[in-house]
């Protein structure tokens, strides 16, 4: 077994509290994506993971062995980690086979090489030389060539972000596939909502120098712990509301809670923007459309209220809800409230 176990993890540089006790387990041979604002600390506990950086307190084990503590400090050469860095930092004079043989013993990795090349779909590359490939294809040479020695834990830093938003996908899909073939335990460290949710088994969202929820993708975004993790993971709608029982009245109507507080009164009601359904007439709460915004596979459709309330609607045709139309509004599933503190 090979998993992740960070616990306690404090972290200061100078006077500031960088990491202020970090706790976060990640299973054998799952992704882990940790999800941040820059600033919050993510890029710290990945470096104290690695062995680049000692904890205060606290401690990393991995494959049951601890390998950081305020005690123990094994060096980053003996961690048996593997890290792909933002821009793959391939070495320019090496070819593709020779990059990825770097960190085996000479004469032993050849199977290997051809093994975790075909794995990123590039075995027949191997001999072309890093400026002679593309963004993306430095980027799977990279995730291979951190691959093959076989190490027991993965760290992907931002690797996608120097891309473009189409390639990005791709190879982000083609990495994912690569690292659950090869059955390894991987922590991808990213600022990205869209990235993290689509990619990892579980995200931890991180703040202030804490992980303040770590769930599976769908959990954490239909049921976020708080309006923070709310508002950073996906588009919300936010809405005062008064609790009653198991509903929220709110000016979209009285809304089914998911998990409602543990008494009633003023709450904030959280949704998202796919919930809120158009219709040119019929039931539900009367609207005016705003503006429109088409982004090609869906639009976000900007709604005023009879109260003056804004709401955002997403839609995957809206063509008819023209700036100015009159709508009507239904919400389907149900909503998360929080306290209004």
Request: glycine share 10%.
């Amino acid at each position: 077994m090979t998993d992740l176990v960070i616990a306690g993890l404090r972290k200061s540089f100078a006077t500031v509290d960088v990491l202020s006790g970090v706790d976060l387990t990640v299973p054998s041979g799952s992704l882990a994506a940790v999800l941040g604002p820059s600033g919050c600390g993510k890029t710290t506990l990945l470096r104290i993971v690695a062995g680049f950086e000692r904890p205060d307190d606290g401690s990393v084990r991995l494959a049951g062995r601890t390998v950081s503590s305020r005690s123990v400090h094994l060096p980053p050469e003996k961690r048996r980690i593997g890290i792909v860095p933002q821009e793959g930092a391939l070495f320019p004079h090496l070819s593709v086979g020779r990059n990825v043989a770097y960190g085996l013993r000479r004469g032993s990795g050849r199977g290997r090489v051809r093994e975790v090349l075909d794995l990123v779909g590039l075995v027949d590359l191997a001999d072309r030389m890093p400026h002679e490939l593309s963004g993306g294809q430095q980027q799977r040479v990279a995730v291979a060539r951190a691959l093959a020695p076989r190490p027991e834990l993965i760290l992907l830093d931002e690797p996608f972000s120097a891309l473009d938003a189409g390639l990005r996908a791709e190879v982000r899909a083609d990495v994912r596939t690569a690292l659950r073939a090869d059955g390894v335990t991987a922590v991808l460290v990213t600022h990205d909502q869209e990235e993290a949710l689509s990619t990892a088994d579980l995200v931890a969202v991180m703040r202030g120098g804490r992980i303040v929820q770590a769930a599976a993708p769908r959990a954490l975004y239909l049921l976020p712990a708080d309006l923070g993790v709310a508002s950073f993971v996906g588009d919300t709608v936010l809405l005062p509301g008064t609790l009653t029982g198991r509903c929220a009245v709110t000016a979209l109507g009285s809304l089914a809670v998911r998990e409602p507080l543990p008494s009633g009164g003023d709450v904030r009601v959280v949704l998202r923007p796919e919930q809120i359904v158009l219709s040119a007439n019929g039931d539900g709460v009367p609207a005016r459309v705003r503006v429109q915004v088409f982004f090609g596979h869906d639009s976000l459709v900007h709604l005023e209220l009879g109260d003056g309330a804004v709401v955002t609607a997403r839609s995957l045709d809206a063509s008819w809800a023209q700036p100015g139309a009159q709508v009507r509004l239904a919400v389907r599933g149900e909503v998360s409230c929080f306290s209004p503190d």
